[in-house]
């Protein structure tokens, strides 16, 4: 999936560089080791919202972390607060993959990407001032902090910009699917203990020959490690995931988001689980 992302991104690198620093929808790039990072903006939406971009430019054998890193990894995390006629924004993530280390199992991105955001003003009629700060984690060999400022002002009267939007949309065709189609992909999450540990098993529908993977997300605050693939057929595929670390109510009822990696085609979906211990 990754590999596709990144084919579409620099399918359009040559020709979005070299006007990058002289348009005012796409920041300058923000060097930091192992990569760059800019911020990007296309378009007003028919909403009134606008589509905005987080773009990665990640140097060969380094990789940054998904929204829940796995093990181990440092989050995008995405700091707004000091824009102007802001409302809400919304970060939305491409599907990413596992990466396996000798200590650690992680959710990442290894090649160059786009997040896309959508950002909604508070009064439509007037411009947003976007003053953004972003702190995540990069790796290679070994793993260090990255961290950048951008600033934009999107203007309502502003026509898209079809670079920006070339490389947002791109990303766009990557993001899981939701709703039913992801839900009934998933056919069973079953409690049961194994060796006095509470773990699910989760059983998911998948196509014949694809390679799959499976993602799994708790509560905030949750700290958990990645399903291991106990079993693959022609039709379906079976993870264990241990609840370890896995924040409950007191009732025992708790909240995972799934991301089932089915070929070039994901599925991301929530569910209420009940655990037995």
């Known amino acids: ?43 007003r939406l028919e909403s009134g919202d606008y589509q905005l971009g987080l773009e990665f430019s990640l140097d060969p054998g380094w990789h940054t972390y998904w929204r829940f890193p796995g093990e181990s990894g440092i989050p995008p995390q995405l ?23 000798a200590y650690s199992s992680s959710i990442v991105y290894n090649e160059s990407l786009v997040l896309p955001i959508i950002v909604s003003p508070d009064n439509a009629s007037e411009p947003v001032t976007i003053n953004a700060s972003l702190f995540f984690g990069i790796c290679n060999e070994i793993c260090v902090p990255g961290d950048a400022s951008f600033s934009l002002t999107l203007s309502p009267k502003e026509q898209t910009d ?27 999450i079953e409690p049961f203990i ?13 196509s014949n020959g694809h390679t799959v993977d499976l993602f799994a997300e708790g509560p905030e605050g949750s700290y958990i490690s990645l399903p291991s693939l106990e079993e693959q057929d022609g039709k379906s595929a079976t993870w264990t995931l241990s ?9 025992g009822h708790t909240k995972l988001t799934l991301l089932l990696v089915d070929g070039d085609t994901s599925y991301e979906s929530e569910h209420t689980v009940k655990l037995e211990q």
């Open 1 to 43: 999936m990754t590999s596709r992302i990144a084919s579409l991104v620099l399918a359009t690198a040559a020709v979005a560089l070299p006007f990058a620093s002289a348009n005012a929808a796409i920041s300058e790039w923000v060097s930091v080791q192992g990569g760059a990072v800019r911020l990007l903006s296309s378009e």
């Open 79 to 101: 700091d707004f607060s000091a824009s102007e006629n802001l409302r809400t924004k919304t970060v939305l993530y491409p599907t990413p993959v596992r990466y396996s280390d």
């Open 162 to 188: 079809e670079l920006a939007k070339l490389l947002i949309d791109n990303n766009l065709l990557a993001l899981p699917k939701t709703g039913s189609p992801a839900l009934e992909k998933i056919r069973s």
């Open 194 to 206: 194994d060796e006095g540990e509470e773990k699910l098993s989760i059983k998911a529908d998948v």
């Open 243 to 251: 609840t370890k670390g896995l924040l409950k109510s007191a009732e």
